[in-house]
């Protein structure tokens, strides 16, 4: 791995457990450590297989969907080196504004030549469907379990909406970038603004967005019934109609944040205390803590591990830095 990507990779791990553990501290003290860790120790520790396979159920299909999106816009991908570099994708979820991600359309263009303003609408798609997923997930149940909080879903849901209508026409979205053309600093990308665009269109086009999405739902109602599973292990009595509402709703909360840290926590055990009478701080708190460390921390492990694996495909060309750079680059 370059110095400098290990050296930023590095600091963003340690950002981010520092960040999670003051969560987990601050959650704490505010349910009572003696009863978080209460809750911990009847936990099921040997249920957690079966969450976290469920976890690498949701990163597979994932997966599948991103090299789907890749295959659609004609890019020859080897498989294994794919997906080597989707779980190093992974990893990148804790960066800032989630700008580490676009690891993965430079990683293509290294192994394949492809230019990335071709490919980043795949990862924007992966992105868009995944976000989709979750306030239909979260949408099923929002009525029944918050009512007075379905403008957190109607807002995102319209501005999904709206997008994909402009996407849908070619002569609108055409036109608005030309429009754009003669700004200062829009100017200059036009052009390779005009090429994602039409990328795009490739990945959300009618039969792609159907499977797409549906990939998502599959992938993320995984970890969904995951958290299921976590609960019923705290002996949470839940059902997994409330367990899927908590978990994609703090999810879609979390969206805006890297790796949803401090919003999804919040969320989850929120979620728990309200629409679970009966159960303890200790036990929210702790609920939140497990799903997260199945899911987020997972994830970060293993795509930790492919990234040094990358490194050693791509030698001294994996750098984060040459990555945000080409990223502008290849806009210019």
């Known amino acids: 791995m370059s110095a400098r990507l290990a ?19 601050a959650g704490s003290i505010w349910a009572g450590f003696d009863e ?3 809750a911990l120790s009847r936990f099921r520790w040997s249920w957690m297989i079966a969450v976290l396979a469920l976890t690498l159920v949701n990163y597979g299909l994932r997966f599948v969907k991103w090299h789907y999106l890749l295959g659609r816009l004609g890019v020859p991908m080897p498989l294994v080196d794919d997906s080597w570099n989707f779980a190093a994708g ?4 804790i960066s800032p504004g989630k700008a580490g991600e676009l690891l993965k359309p430079y990683v293509v263009r290294a192994r394949t030549n492809t230019p990335m303003a ?13 976000g989709i997923a979750m306030l239909i997930l ?33 002569r609108l979205s055409l036109g608005l970038l030309g429009r754009c053309e003669p700004l ?17 269109r490739t990945c959300v086009a009618p039969v792609p967005l159907v499977l797409t999405v549906l990939l998502s739902i599959v992938a993320w109602g995984a970890e969904c019934v995951g958290f299921w599973i976590v609960l019923h292990g705290l002996e949470i009595n839940a059902s997994l109609d409330v367990s899927i509402f908590i978990y994609a709703f703090a999810t879609v909360a979390g969206g805006a944040m890297p790796g949803g840290l401090g919003v999804a926590e919040g969320a989850l055990t929120g979620g728990v205390i309200t629409l679970m009478p009966g159960t303890d701080q200790g036990s ?13 921390w997972f994830g970060v492990l293993i795509g930790a591990g492919a990234l040094f694996k ?10 984060l830095d040459q990555t945000e750079d080409q990223a502008e680059d290849q806009a210019s």
């Open 7 to 25: 050296i930023r990779f590095r600091r963003w791990v340690i950002v981010a457990i520092a960040i999670g553990a003051l969560l987990f501290v």
């Open 36 to 38: 978080t860790t209460r």
């Open 90 to 93: 992974l990893a990148m979820v």
């Open 118 to 130: 071709r490919t980043i609408p795949a990862l924007v798609t992966e992105r868009l469907t995944d």
């Open 138 to 170: 979260a949408g099923m149940s929002v009525s029944t379990y918050a009512s007075d909080k379905v403008h957190y879903l109607t807002i995102p849901a319209a501005i999904v909406v709206i997008t994909m209508a402009v996407l849908s026409s070619k």
């Open 184 to 200: 200062p600093l829009v100017g200059r990308f036009a052009r390779k603004l005009e090429e994602m665009y039409l990328s795009m």
């Open 284 to 296: 929210a708190v702790a609920a939140a803590l497990l799903i997260r460390v199945a899911t987020l």
């Open 310 to 319: 990358l490194s050693r495909m791509l030698g001294d060309e994996l750098d």
